[in-house]
């Protein structure tokens, strides 16, 4: 079992759905990195979070501590927000960071 | 501010060559990664280095080296390339404290043959 589990792998939405993208880890950590790849781009980090929410825009991240668990959150979606995005853990005292297998988001217009 | 640059972006290679990989970072970060992403697999750590002068191994070392002459460069390298080396490569960098973003770099896509 991957100390990183992400869910869905996949998503296709319409573009103004409410978008939810899950992470479940294993592990105790420090935080919890949300990135954004777009295709043949470069990786973006998103969020660095150790507790509770952070917003930025039209997303935002929770993290559960307790449940080992943490949702990313798009509003209004867009094409543009097409991407996949992937979250990452670092664990207590660890110096690198483990990486989730990653959601490709398909927003159609 | 650059941030993390990797060069080059990309690169075929035959099977038994060498080369290297040169990722910079100009943020005066102590912690540089290097990863391999694979389709259908998340981001594997290869090396890393926490500081000039160290370097260590990650998940998947074999078939790699890596150097850190110098805090804003770290260098991968490939002595006889195989086809599973065959990849995207990425570079990341991060200050030491725990609590801070890593910043990447654009990617290698790296096809030997």
């Known amino acids: 079992k991957n100390e990183v589990e992400q869910s869905p792998q996949n998503l296709t939405a319409q573009e103004g759905e409410f978008i939810t993208i899950n992470c479940s880890y294993s592990?105790?950590?420090?935080?919890l990195h949300w990135l954004q790849q777009h295709p043949g781009g470069g990786i973006v980090s998103l969020f660095m979070?150790?507790?509770g929410k952070k917003k930025h825009g039209r997303l935002i991240a929770t993290i559960n501590i307790q449940e080992k668990h943490s949702s990313l959150h798009i509003t209004a979606s867009h094409p543009r927000d097409s991407a996949v995005y992937i979250c990452?853990?670092?664990?207590?005292?660890?110096?690198?960071?483990?990486f989730g297998q990653g959601t490709r988001l398909t927003i159609n217009p | 501010n650059a941030g993390v640059t990797q060069t080059p972006k990309f690169r075929v290679l035959k099977t038994g060559q060498s080369m290297t990989l040169l990722c910079a970072q100009d943020?005066?970060?102590?912690?540089m990664y290097w990863y391999r992403q694979d389709p259908g697999m998340g981001l594997r750590l290869i090396h890393y280095?926490?500081?000039?002068?160290?370097?260590a191994k990650g998940e998947v070392p074999d078939g790699y080296n890596v150097s850190r002459l110098k805090k804003q460069n770290f260098l991968l390298g490939l002595e006889s390339a195989a086809p599973s080396q065959t990849s995207v490569y990425f570079c990341?960098?991060?200050?030491?404290?725990?609590?801070?973003?890593?910043?990447f770099g654009q990617g290698t896509r790296l096809t030997v043959v």
């Open positions: 979070l150790s507790s």
């Open positions: 592990v105790g950590i420090s935080a």
């Open positions: 943020m005066n970060h102590e912690y």
């Open positions: 990452a853990v670092r664990g207590q005292g660890a110096q690198k960071l483990v």
């Open positions: 280095s926490v500081g000039e002068g160290t370097t």
């Open positions: 990341a960098s991060k200050e030491w404290t725990r609590r801070t973003e890593a910043f």
